[in-house]
C-alpha cells in the first residue's frame, strides 16, 4: 500500500522535477540569444564593439536594440544638404522651414495630386451635365434635313467616344501643373532673395526691355495658350474619329474639320505670342515701330506677297469657301479646293483625264472680276431638258404636259416650295416649229442629296419621264429624246 500510494507521488515529484530544468533551458537560451544580439549590435561594454555587424537572433528577427537604433539615427545625408541648403540662402531654422521647405512639401503635394483631381473632375462634370461643346467646331451647313442628320449622327458618334484622355479636364492637368511649378520657384525666388539678383543681372544685360519682367506672368500666358491648343487638338482627334466611324459623306467634312482647328490653333499661338512679348516687359510699341519702318521699305517690293497673305486673312475668317468645296473661279478655273494658306490656295483641276493639283494666288481669287461660284454650297440642282414630239393634235400635247406635271409634283426630291417663282415645276410646249416636230420643255430643281451623283438622279427622271411619252396617246417620238443642242446640230 505504502508503494503503491507513493507510486503517484513519485511520479509526480519527478514530473515537477523536469520541468524546472527546461525553464532553465529557455532562460539560458534566451539570455545567450540576447547577449549574441548585444555583440553583434555593436552596445558599448561588449568585446565586439569594433567589429560589430548586424544580425538576427535565432527566430529571423532584427533585435529590439538595433531596431531602436535606426529609428533615432538621423538621415544623415538629407538632414546635410538642407543645412547646405539653409546656409547657402543664408536664412534661419525657423524661416527655412516657414518659407521654403514646408511650402515646397505642400507644392510637392499638389503637382502630384493635379492628374486624379482631374480625373476625378471629369467624372462629376459627366454626371451631371452629359454634354460638351464639340458642335461648335462641326462645320456642317444646316440647308436641308439630311445635313442636320448628318451632324446629329457625327456628334453622337463623338459624344459615345468620349474619354478621359480626350476631354478639356485630361487638357487642362498639363498645364497647371506648370503653374505650380512657376509658383513654387517664385515662391522659392523671392525667399532666397535670388530674385532681384535676377533682376539686375537682366537688367544689366537686356536693358529696358524687360524693366516691367514679372516671373510668373510669362509662365501662366504659355499655360494658358498651351491649353487652348490641347483642347482644339483632343476636339479634332474626337470629330476625325466620329467621322471615320459614320462614313459617307461625313468623310468629307474631315478636312473641314482639320481647317478649322488649324485655324484656331494660329490665332492661339499669335495672340499668346503677342501677350507673352507684353509679360516679358518687351515694349510693343518699339517692334510695332521697327516693322512699320521695315514695312514701307519693302512693300514697293512684296507688294504681292503682301496682298496675298491679307488675301489669305480674309479667306480664313471670312468663309467663301473650305477644304473640300467645288468652286468655279471666273470661266477657266474650276476644281475641288484642297487647301487654303497664308497665301495661296490649291485646287484639284481636270486635265484631260486625271487630276492634278493646281495652285492659285489668294488675291487672285479675291480679285477675279467673274467672282467665286461655291458650288458645294448650292442648296439645290436644276433639272432642264426639252423634248421632240410628233403629235397629232394640241389636245395631246396638252394631256401630256399635264402628266409630267403631276409626276414633278409628286416626286419627292423636286423642291415644290422653292426661293424664286422660276424655280418652280413646270412643263409647257415651248416651241411648234422645232426642227423635228413639238418642242416640249421640262423644268423644276432638285434637292441636293448627299451622297448620290445628281447624274444618277437625273437620269432616274428622264426614264420616268421618256415612259410618260411612251405611254401618251397621240404623241410620239420624233427624234431620239436629247438636249436641244443636238437637235440645232442636226438642222444645222
Known amino acids: 500500500m505504502a ?8 511520479a509526480a515529484a519527478g514530473h515537477n522535477s523536469r520541468r524546472p530544468r527546461r525553464r ?21 561594454g561588449s568585446d565586439d564593439d569594433a567589429h560589430a555587424t548586424p544580425s538576427t537572433d535565432a527566430r529571423g528577427r532584427s533585435s529590439p536594440a538595433l531596431l531602436a537604433a535606426k529609428a533615432i539615427a538621423p538621415p544623415t545625408f538629407l538632414g546635410a544638404a538642407l543645412e547646405y541648403a539653409r546656409s547657402a540662402v543664408g536664412l534661419t531654422e525657423a524661416k527655412f522651414h516657414a518659407e521654403v521647405l514646408v511650402p515646397t512639401l505642400v507644392g510637392a503635394v499638389i503637382f502630384l495630386a493635379i492628374p486624379r483631381a482631374c480625373r476625378l473632375f471629369w467624372h462629376m462634370q459627366e454626371r451631371v451635365f452629359h454634354t460638351d461643346f464639340i458642335g461648335h467646331f462641326l462645320p456642317v451647313r444646316a440647308f436641308s434635313s439630311a445635313d442636320r442628320r448628318l451632324a446629329d449622327k457625327i456628334k453622337t458618334r463623338a459624344r459615345e467616344s468620349y474619354t478621359y484622355d480626350q476631354s478639356v479636364a485630361a487638357a487642362l492637368s498639363g498645364p497647371l501643373q506648370l ?21 539686375v543681372t537682366l537688367i544689366g544685360t537686356k536693358g529696358c526691355f524687360v524693366s516691367n519682367f514679372q516671373l510668373p506672368w510669362p509662365v501662366y500666358v504659355v499655360a494658358c495658350a498651351w491649353f487652348a491648343r490641347r483642347v482644339v487638338k483632343r476636339v479634332r482627334r474626337r470629330l476625325l474619329a466620329a467621322c471615320a466611324v459614320v462614313g459617307g459623306e461625313a468623310r468629307k467634312l474631315e478636312p473641314r474639320i482639320s481647317t478649322n482647328c488649324n485655324v484656331i490653333q494660329a490665332v492661339v499661338s499669335c495672340v499668346g505670342t503677342i501677350v507673352f512679348l507684353n509679360s516679358m516687359g518687351i515694349a510693343l510699341s518699339t517692334v510695332w515701330g521697327l516693322l512699320g519702318i521695315g514695312g514701307v521699305a519693302l512693300s514697293f517690293g512684296v507688294k504681292d506677297a503682301v496682298a496675298d497673305v491679307i488675301a489669305g486673312i480674309a479667306l480664313l475668317t471670312r468663309p ?26 490649291t485646287l484639284l483641276t481636270r486635265t484631260g483625264v486625271s487630276k492634278t493639283p493646281h495652285t492659285i494666288a489668294n488675291h487672285v481669287l479675291l480679285n477675279n472680276p467673274g467672282g467665286i461660284k461655291n458650288i458645294t454650297a448650292a442648296r439645290n440642282r436644276f433639272f432642264e431638258h426639252e423634248i421632240c414630239l410628233d403629235v397629232e393634235s394640241m389636245d395631246h400635247v396638252e394631256r401630256l404636259c399635264d402628266d409630267i406635271l403631276a409626276y414633278l409634283r409628286a416626286h419627292k426630291e423636286v423642291i415644290q416650295t422653292p426661293w424664286s417663282v422660276s424655280e418652280m415645276p413646270w412643263c409647257a410646249a415651248t416651241d411648234l416649229s422645232g426642227p423635228f416636230g413639238v418642242i416640249v420643255k421640262v423644268k423644276c430643281s432638285v434637292v441636293k442629296t448627299p451622297g448620290v451623283p445628281f447624274g444618277q438622279v437625273q437620269g432616274a427622271m428622264l426614264l420616268d419621264v421618256g415612259r410618260i411619252v411612251e405611254r401618251a396617246e397621240g404623241v410620239k417620238w420624233s427624234a431620239p429624246p436629247s438636249d436641244l443642242s443636238a437637235y440645232s446640230a442636226r438642222a444645222q
Open 3 to 10: 508503494a503503491a500510494a507513493m507510486a503517484p507521488l513519485g
Open 24 to 44: 532553465g533551458k529557455r532562460k539560458f537560451a534566451k539570455a545567450r540569444g540576447v547577449r549574441r544580439c548585444e555583440a553583434s549590435s555593436g552596445v558599448p
Open 179 to 199: 503653374l505650380v511649378v512657376a509658383n513654387e520657384l517664385t515662391r522659392l525666388l523671392m525667399a532666397t532673395g535670388m530674385s532681384k539678383t535676377l533682376h
Open 320 to 345: 467663301i469657301f473650305q477644304v473640300g468645296d467645288t468652286i468655279h473661279v471666273g470661266k477657266d478655273i474650276h476644281g475641288t479646293v484642297i487647301g487654303i494658306g497664308a497665301s495661296s490656295t
